[in-house]
């Protein structure tokens, strides 16, 4: 009987419930779009994550593994069907008309052993003796290269062969300092450009057979080689590496598609209170002839569960529309994943039952006595009982705040941002109500019955208020980080951004390069010392290396699993750069002196550090080629990494490194676009092993990655911004139902229909306005706090956008509510009469 | 009673089409109401009173005739036209009311005067609700009164603007015999001393004798 009436009551109320699941199933949308996305791209990268590695199992790392570790890993190794390995550095690529960096991969006739590298003539690429390299397009592009010419790399001269049309490898790769180049690992040792300390990945690749369980192999690896500079990684692994560079985007687009359904549930919310404020008499009259309030509170109950399920099956075959269009866009193939639909199944139900919990509360104390009142019942209870119902809802969206952020940290912050702006956009409103009620505005009879309009219906007010009041703090909050984030790349406070960013520069190198930057009138600057060296005990505990990475569950968890398996880059500076200031602790007490029998000072970058628990006093032991070096912490730095100049996460003290194997690195400062060239070019025919990054052209990359990023955020807050919209229209539909008899009694009473839409447009582009002047606000503080202590960079501001923004949605809103309005009033006002026939 | 002529109907006809069925609910209908006169239009339900009040306030258009105002066939007007001369000319009190929820009384009396946009719109419905005896309930909101008293409210905003016409739909039909008679003698005193044509819709005899004319709306036709 139940569900019987529930359906009786979604059929008779057609206009409710039609509002109430397009409202929830455009929040839906957003979130199972997102979802859907997300598992299709993780399952793509786990369906070829044998071709994202090249091979079943891969061991890499900065040198040559020893004779002892080759012995470790044998018996494992014996199993492997087939093997190859291969030499991956950056270098400089010099022609007769240039030079630039590249990220040359030497391999051996097997490489690679799944996947293939398809030449742009055809075939695949195959090795010989000869002196030849196979490069990808960017770099025929940038350096204008055509298959037969020649080019140098180090002292050896090479010629291009083919240009590679499909790299199964390189198409799954995020983002990369320089374009790729293949050559022979023969014609590599010829180049001479393998030094020691060059920067250089050393990797091997194994492939086994079907019944061989790769998994338990790297596990067995992992133990045996202990070095955390040693990378052990199965094809699963990388699979899911590649899926998480997507991943991170995904968390925040995530968020972005939370504050969606948060609106579409403050609209579905609204919409059922309100519904069910004009269903009090019909429920009281049930109670009143036996019907226990329980039950009938169970009849509503079945008619949002039913709304909730039909929000989602609207939301399921809207994204199913969705998704090959943006699959055909993205030249992806995705689909609609089971774990998606049924989390949204679970979210749509669970958010339907949520958000009708505290008014159903209500019919269960409902006293049939409301039957003898003349006035409307409000379906608010107590502001207590109230404001306590609320919490099943809120706790409900925390934890899905921080499931979809994969971040305890991410999710709360996201959480507590989320209520703390609607929880100050809603205390604006009984303020602003107040100072509206005092204000004189008489005069205008617009102005007076708008206002007055507001001021009686506060719930109404709130409701439209805090929809647009959070889509303002969402649309401004995005553009505005991505400025701040621009900003901090393109003019990074605290120092200079460099033209040229040099390393592997071998330690008889520095002298010679700074006389003949001299000579060019170029100075060498930020010379850092890099010694490669291995972190092996805290305290004289030993360090242990994570392996558990299939217990990661947050990306907390991910980032201290990679910080902790690294090799470590040492260096040594005193003073400190530019851009890195001490922010606790005591600056280095000077020169190191061997005589002393003092453990060597080591400064820690601040976030490294609390990742990696580490405390001021600790004392770090470090093997360094087999020498160990014992270091105290006396400070945590703050690095701006974005300065593009040589930093570190662990520094020494001036004079304890200077025995220890390194190469340098150093930057060369701002140069014009033609002496920038002519340098650099000069500079590799003297000096061919040391790499040049070129940081504008770096930075111009990144940016476009980083607009890719935030095009994708907009986009999806776009979304959200569109479900705010379809919350104001559905509240203003709403009104304009309930206030149908106002506006024809104000026809009757000889107002002009301009009279009322002028009241119309005041009332709601002023909500519109001081809304999203509100929200600007907070978005704009949000910005600030987000920029000072999660990103920790430099905040900047312009003005433009938040007024841009401010007149838009004011403008929309007024646009949308008063669509909403229309019909009402271009109806007649015979109803009126009506009552009396 | 004066002899001036404020309204007369001519020939006026509404036609209605339902489910591709015309129905005829008003047949020529004719009559003229002087100043300080009151008619009393009985009928039973489904006769079509609200159907010629509507007609008669210009807030429908009939199919054929006219309703002359003042002189003014109000239907040669457009529709601004209309809203202004109903604003200036014409009072109307409901059977339930309509109050505006989010005014106060004073307010809502007020209203029709600065839609008008007539000065001391203010003092003036402060002065209508004197004289509807609620100048103890100027600041209430409409949830605030009783029935009576709303229904006084409704009076006063229809006399406030002070117009040639009233049109009463059941004035006490919504309130017990008791304040339906406090609240009919309230109107017909404000009848009498504005000397305003008042033509009341009812189906109660007993208030309709109250009238200086009763005309019957039956079949389509007042007899």
């Given at each position: 009987?139940?569900?019987?009436?529930a359906?009786?009551?979604?059929?008779?109320?057609?206009?409710?419930?039609?509002a109430?699941?397009?409202?929830?199933s455009?929040?839906?949308?957003?979130f199972l779009?997102?979802?859907?996305l997300?598992?299709?791209?993780q399952?793509?990268?786990?369906?070829?994550?044998?071709s994202?590695l090249?091979?079943?199992l891969?061991?890499?790392?900065?040198?040559?593994?020893?004779?002892?570790?080759?012995?470790?890993?044998?018996?494992?190794?014996k199993k492997?069907?087939a093997?190859?390995?291969?030499?991956?550095?950056?270098?400089?690529?010099v022609?007769?008309?240039?030079?630039r960096?590249?990220?040359?991969i030497?391999?051996?006739?097997q490489y690679?052993?799944?996947?293939?590298?398809?030449?742009?003539?055809?075939g695949?690429?195959?090795?010989?003796?000869?002196?030849?390299?196979?490069i990808?397009?960017e770099?025929?592009?940038?350096?204008?290269?055509?298959?037969g010419?020649?080019?140098?790399?180090?002292?050896?001269?090479?010629?291009?062969?083919?240009?590679?049309?499909?790299d199964?490898?390189?198409?799954w790769?995020?983002f990369?300092?320089?374009?790729?180049?293949?050559l022979g690992?023969?014609?590599?040792?010829?180049?001479?450009?393998?030094?020691p300390?060059?920067?250089?990945?050393y990797?091997?690749?194994?492939?086994?057979?079907?019944?061989?369980?790769?998994?338990?192999?790297?596990?067995f690896l992992?133990?045996?080689?202990?070095?955390p500079?040693?990378?052990?990684?199965?094809?699963r692994t990388?699979?899911?590496?590649?899926?998480?560079?997507?991943?991170?985007?995904?968390?925040?687009?995530?968020l972005?598609a939370?504050?969606?359904?948060?609106?579409?549930s403050?609209?579905?919310?609204?919409?059922f209170?309100?519904?069910?404020s004009?269903?009090?008499?019909?429920?009281a009259?049930l109670?009143?002839?036996?019907?226990?309030?329980?039950?009938?509170?169970q009849?509503?109950?079945?008619?949002v569960?039913?709304?909730?399920l039909?929000?989602?099956?609207?939301?399921?075959?809207a994204t199913?529309?969705?998704?090959?269009?943006?699959?055909?866009?993205?030249?992806?193939?995705?689909?609609?994943?089971?774990?998606s639909?049924?989390?949204?199944?679970?979210?749509?139900?669970g958010?339907?039952?949520l958000?009708?919990l505290?008014?159903?509360?209500?019919?269960?104390?409902?006293?049939?006595?409301?039957l003898?009142?003349?006035?409307?019942?409000?379906?608010?209870?107590e502001r207590?009982?109230?404001?306590?119902?609320c919490?099943?809802?809120?706790?409900c969206?925390?934890?899905?705040?921080?499931?979809?952020?994969?971040?305890?940290?991410i999710?709360?912050?996201?959480?507590?941002?989320?209520?703390?702006?609607?929880?100050?956009?809603?205390a604006?409103?009984?303020?602003?109500?107040r100072?509206?009620?005092?204000?004189?505005l008489?005069k205008?009879?617009s102005?007076k019955?708008?206002?007055?309009y507001?001021?009686?219906?506060?719930?109404?007010?709130?409701?439209?208020f805090?929809?647009?009041?959070?889509g303002?703090?969402?649309t401004?909050?995005i553009p505005?980080?991505h400025q701040?984030?621009?900003?901090?790349?393109?003019?990074?406070?605290?120092?200079?951004?460099?033209?040229?960013?040099?390393f592997d520069?071998?330690?008889d190198q520095?002298?010679?390069?700074?006389e003949?930057l001299k000579?060019?009138?170029?100075?060498?600057l930020?010379?850092?010392?890099?010694?490669?060296?291995?972190?092996e005990?805290?305290?004289?505990n030993p360090?242990?290396k994570?392996?558990?990475?299939?217990a990661?569950?947050?990306?907390?968890?991910?980032?201290?699993?990679?910080m902790r398996?690294r090799?470590?880059?040492?260096?040594?500076?005193?003073?400190?750069?530019?851009?890195?200031v001490?922010t606790?602790g005591?600056?280095?007490?000077?020169k190191?002196?061997?005589?002393t029998?003092?453990?060597?000072?080591?400064?820690v970058?601040?976030?490294y550090?609390k990742?990696?628990g580490?405390h001021?006093?600790d004392?770090l032991?470090?093997?360094?080629?087999?020498?160990?070096?014992?270091g105290?912490?006396?400070?945590?730095?703050k690095?701006?990494w974005?300065?593009f100049?040589?930093?570190?996460?662990?520094?020494?003290?001036s004079g304890?490194?200077?025995?220890?194997?390194?190469?340098?690195?150093?930057?060369?400062?701002?140069?014009n676009?033609?002496?920038?060239?002519r340098?650099?070019?000069?500079?590799?025919?003297?000096f061919?092993?040391?790499?040049?990054?070129?940081?504008?052209?770096l930075?111009?990359?990144?940016l476009?990655?980083?607009?890719?990023?935030?095009g994708?955020?907009?986009?999806?807050?776009?979304?959200?911004?569109?479900?705010?919209?379809?919350?104001?229209?559905?509240?203003s539909?709403?009104?304009?139902?309930?206030?149908?008899?106002?506006?024809?009694?104000?026809k009757?009473?000889?107002?002009?229909?301009?009279?009322?839409?002028?009241t119309?447009?005041?009332?709601?582009?002023?909500?519109?306005?001081?809304?999203?002047?509100?929200?600007?606000?907070?978005?704009?503080?949000?910005?600030w706090l987000i920029?000072?202590?999660l990103f920790?960079?430099s905040?900047?501001f312009?003005?433009?956008?938040?007024?841009?923004?401010?007149f838009g949605m004011?403008?929309?809103t007024s646009?949308t509510?008063?669509?909403a309005?229309r019909?009402?009033?271009?109806?007649k006002?015979?109803?009126?009469?009506?009552?009396?026939? | 009673?004066k002899?001036?002529?404020i309204?007369?109907?001519?020939n006026?006809s509404?036609t209605?089409?339902?489910?591709?069925?015309?129905?005829e609910?008003?047949?020529?209908?004719?009559?003229k109401?002087?100043?300080?006169?009151?008619i009393?239009?009985?009928?039973?339900?489904?006769?079509?009173?609200s159907?010629?009040?509507s007609?008669?306030?210009?807030?429908?258009?009939?199919?054929?005739?006219t309703v002359?105002?003042k002189?003014?066939?109000?239907?040669?007007?457009?529709?601004?036209?209309?809203?202004?001369?109903?604003?200036?000319?014409?009072?109307?009190i409901?059977?339930?009311?309509?109050?505006?929820?989010?005014l106060t009384?004073?307010e809502?009396v007020?209203?029709?005067?600065?839609?008008?946009g007539?000065?001391?719109?203010?003092?003036?419905?402060?002065q209508?609700?004197?004289?509807?005896?609620?100048?103890?309930?100027?600041?209430h909101?409409?949830?605030?009164?009783?029935?009576?008293e709303?229904?006084?409210?409704?009076i006063?905003?229809?006399?406030?603007?002070q117009?040639?016409?009233?049109?009463?739909?059941?004035?006490s039909?919504?309130?017990?015999?008791?304040t339906?008679?406090?609240v009919?003698e309230?109107?017909?005193?404000?009848?009498?001393?504005s000397?305003?044509?008042?033509?009341?819709?009812?189906h109660n005899?007993?208030?309709?004798?109250?009238?200086?004319?009763?005309?019957?709306?039956?079949?389509g036709r007042?007899?």
């Open positions: 009987m139940k569900i019987k009436l359906f009786r009551e979604i059929a008779q109320n057609r206009k409710f419930s039609v109430y699941i397009l409202n929830l455009l929040g839906l949308f957003g779009l997102l979802n859907s997300n598992e299709s791209v399952k793509n990268f786990q369906t070829h994550s044998r994202i090249t091979a079943d891969a061991i890499a790392c900065r040198r040559p593994l020893d004779l002892q570790e080759e012995e470790k890993i044998a018996p494992i190794l492997a069907i093997s190859t390995q291969t030499i991956e550095l950056y270098s400089m690529v022609t007769p008309r240039g030079s960096l590249a990220e040359l030497a391999i051996e006739d690679p052993l799944y996947g293939e590298i398809q030449l742009k003539k055809g695949t690429l195959h090795l010989n003796q000869q002196p030849l390299v196979w990808s397009t770099l025929a592009a940038q350096m204008n290269l055509r298959i010419d020649t080019l140098q790399l180090g002292a050896l001269p090479l010629r291009v062969e083919d240009q590679i049309g499909q199964s490898r390189a198409s790769n995020g990369s300092l320089a374009p790729k180049l293949y690992v023969s014609q590599l040792h010829q180049t001479g450009l393998l030094r300390g060059s920067t250089v990945w990797r091997k690749f194994f492939k086994f057979s079907s019944e061989e369980d790769v998994e338990k192999a790297t596990k992992k133990q045996k080689l202990t070095d500079g040693i990378q052990i990684i199965s094809h990388a699979g899911e590496q590649m899926g998480r560079i997507f991943a991170y985007l995904s968390d925040y687009l995530g972005v939370l504050v969606g359904l948060f609106l579409a403050l609209g579905s919310s609204y919409l209170q309100s519904f069910l004009h269903r009090l008499k019909e429920i009259t109670i009143s002839l036996g019907l226990p309030p329980l039950k009938a509170a009849i509503y109950l079945a008619q569960t039913i709304l909730g039909a929000s989602v099956l609207v939301a399921f075959f199913a529309i969705a998704l090959p269009i943006i699959g055909k866009i993205l030249s992806f193939q995705l689909e609609l994943p089971l774990l639909l049924l989390s949204t199944f679970l979210v749509g139900v958010a339907s039952l958000i009708s505290p008014f159903l509360f209500r019919i269960r104390s409902l006293s049939p006595t409301i003898f009142q003349d006035t409307e019942t409000q379906i608010m209870g207590l009982e109230s404001i306590l119902s919490f099943p809802a809120l706790f969206f925390y934890l899905l705040a921080v499931w979809q952020a994969h971040s305890w940290k999710g709360s912050l996201f959480f507590f941002g989320l209520c703390f702006s609607s929880l100050f956009l809603a604006l409103v009984p303020v602003g109500l100072i509206l009620r005092r204000l004189p008489s205008t009879l102005l019955l708008a206002s007055r507001l001021v009686q219906n506060p719930r109404s007010t709130l409701a439209l805090l929809s647009v009041g959070i303002a703090v969402l401004i909050l505005q980080m701040n984030i621009k900003s901090e790349i393109l003019a990074p406070s605290g120092a200079q951004t460099p033209s040229l960013f040099l520069i071998q330690e520095v002298n010679p390069l700074s003949f000579s060019e009138g170029a100075s060498l930020q010379i850092s010392p890099l010694v490669r060296a291995r972190l005990a805290m305290n004289g360090f242990q994570k392996s558990k990475e299939d990661l569950s947050t990306r907390e968890d991910e980032q201290e699993n990679r398996n090799g470590f880059n040492l260096s040594s500076r005193d003073p400190l750069s530019e851009s890195e001490i606790s005591k600056p280095f007490s000077g190191y002196l061997k005589s029998s003092k453990i060597p000072e080591i400064s970058e601040r976030t550090a990742t990696l580490m001021l006093g004392v032991q470090f093997d360094v080629q087999g020498t160990p070096i014992l105290k912490i006396v400070n945590f730095r690095v701006r974005t300065s100049q040589p930093n570190f996460f662990i520094q020494f003290q304890v490194l200077d025995d220890a194997p390194k190469t340098y690195l150093a930057t060369i400062g701002k140069l676009i033609p002496d920038r060239a340098i650099q070019n000069k500079m590799i025919q003297q061919s092993n040391i790499s040049v990054v070129d940081v504008s052209s930075i111009q990359r990144m476009e990655l980083f607009e890719q990023l935030s994708a955020l907009q986009l999806m807050a776009l979304l959200s911004v569109i479900t705010g919209n379809m919350v104001l229209f559905s509240i539909r709403h009104q304009a139902q309930t206030r149908q008899r106002e506006v024809q009694l104000l009757v009473l000889g107002a002009k229909i301009r009279l009322i839409e002028q119309h447009w005041i009332e709601f582009g002023g909500i519109g306005l001081l809304a999203s002047l509100f929200g600007a606000a907070v978005s704009i503080a949000f910005s920029s000072a202590f920790d960079s905040w900047s312009s003005w433009l956008l938040p007024v841009k923004i401010i004011t403008l929309i646009i509510t008063s669509w309005m019909k009402t009033l271009n109806e006002p015979l109803s009126l009469l009506n009552q009396g026939e | 009673m002899n001036t002529l309204a007369e109907v001519k006026l509404k209605y089409s339902q489910a591709g069925t015309s129905i609910v008003l047949k020529g209908l004719e009559f109401i002087n100043a300080g006169e009151t009393a239009i009985l009928g039973q339900s489904g006769s079509g009173k159907t010629f009040l007609l008669l306030a210009g807030l429908d258009r009939p199919t054929q005739g002359l105002l002189g003014q066939n109000i239907f040669d007007l457009n529709e601004k036209e209309l809203a202004q001369f109903r604003a200036q000319n014409l009072g109307i409901f059977q339930q009311f309509h109050l505006i929820s989010y009384a004073l809502n007020s209203l029709p005067l600065e839609i008008a007539i000065s001391n719109a203010e003092k003036k419905a402060t209508a609700l004197q004289d509807v005896g609620l100048d103890h309930r100027l600041y909101l409409p949830q605030q009164l009783s029935g009576g709303k229904q006084r409210v409704a006063a905003r229809a006399f406030v603007v117009p040639k016409l009233l049109l009463a739909d059941e004035p039909g919504s309130l017990d015999p008791k339906g008679r406090e009919l309230t109107l017909f005193q404000q009848v009498q001393l000397q305003m044509a008042l033509i009341l819709v009812t005899a007993g208030l309709a004798q109250k009238c200086h004319r009763q005309l019957r709306l039956k079949d007042l007899t």
